[in-house]
């Protein structure tokens, strides 16, 4: 596997992960705590899955070949809940996931140093990509955390637990060295 194969592969599974902690995090929560803003500055979960969605949307259609902040995004709107029920916030999550990974599994790696442009700024596509690869992290973090404080002492941790870091390295120092994605085991361990 060459390099740009070994990069596509890499960060399809970390985009996965993070996915899957957004969908972990959330699945502790009840319905209405989707829902839940401590004030006027600080969006709900579903507000920022809004958003998430939105910006997938908009980056991912046509990506090759238009430009990531589309003419009919109204990002203003994704600060806008206007969502109902934990049914619609899965839905709005997973149209945007589901847009974005058909795209990322689409390209080529001979596209990864193709310009596409946002808001009339070229990037390359891997460029593009780790632009993404921030930013839907970070906004996930702000949905695994809203959800722990959420949820106070009955959070199930989606990590290496509270004080049990050394248990963890001691499992991971017990087996052979092997090269493979970090992803790799937590996927299982989220899935």
């Not at 592969?9 to 803003?37: H, N, R």
């Not at 090759?64 to 009919?72: I, Y």
């Not at 790696?109 to 990509?129: D, F």
Request: proline share 2%; glycine share 4%; net charge negative.
């Amino acid at each position: 596997m060459d390099a740009t194969e070994s990069y596509l592969e890499s960060v399809k599974k970390q985009f996965l992960y993070y996915k899957i902690l957004g969908e972990k995090a959330m699945a502790q929560l009840e319905p209405e705590q989707l829902f839940t803003a401590i004030n006027e500055d600080t969006n709900s979960i579903a507000t920022i899955i809004k958003h998430i969605s939105g910006n997938m949307l908009s980056r991912w259609t046509d990506f090759l070949t238009t430009d990531g902040e589309k003419e009919w995004r109204n990002r203003d709107a994704e600060f806008e809940n206007d969502l109902q029920s934990k049914e619609e916030v899965l839905a709005v999550w997973n149209k945007g996931w589901d847009c974005f990974l058909t795209t990322l599994e689409n390209l080529k790696p001979e596209q990864l140093s193709q310009i596409i442009y946002i808001r009339n700024e070229g990037h390359t596509v891997i460029e593009a990509i780790n632009r993404q690869l921030a930013h839907y992290p970070y906004h996930i973090g702000q949905i695994v955390f809203y959800a722990k404080q959420l949820k106070k002492d009955d959070w199930n941790s989606l990590s290496i637990p509270k004080n049990k870091s050394g248990n963890y390295n001691a499992e991971k120092f017990a087996k052979e060295k092997e090269i493979k994605n970090f992803t790799d085991d937590e996927l299982k361990k989220l899935k």
